[in-house]
């Protein structure tokens, strides 16, 4: 075995099967790189609060977001998430067009279990999650029979990616925490149709 391969990261694979594939990668990037990148995307982003209709009510958002589109060279993006983006894309041989940000500011931030609308994905293609930050467990549930269910903790440094039918198969989410626990940021690639563009949220 040469050096390298010893410090490559090792993946696990939760789900690879008829319904998709989903795949957990520790120490995707370095713990220096995690923290460097985590300090300026939480000093220079321009978060934003959000409101949203749920279950029949306008509600916050439970988490700060942002939203930057990487298929557009005119709009000004913080340097770090451009190499992000660049590391992920080439790791995973994926041109993701669009990359969403999460920032949770303490455990009462969270994610509810959801699906990714199937109509803003490019078919086929999946989604990756970046995590930077403290680390925060991903549940993820299968809709049908059999119900399988799956508990990650998304380490700082660690991809996450699912592929497009594990949308259709499973909900995921970040369940609220009682344990103390520090700030973190996620960053969600995707490939976004190219048309019709005005349906579609980057
Ligand atoms: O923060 C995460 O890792 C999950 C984010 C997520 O599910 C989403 O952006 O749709």
Redo the contacts with the bound molecule.
Sequence with gaps: MSQLSLFEPCETVLVNDARGRIVYTPGFVSEYEADHWFRELRRVVEWKAERRVMYDRELDVPRLTARYRLDSSGEPMPPCLRAAAERVCLALQVPFTSV?L?LYRSGKDS?AP?N?HLHELERGQPIA?L?LGATRR?TIRAKQPPRRAFHTD?ERGSL?VMSYDTQVHYD???PKSDAPVGERI?L?FRVRPSAPASAVRY
């Design positions: 969403g999460n994610v959801h990714d999650l995590s991903m998304l996450f995921h989410g970040i996620s969600a």
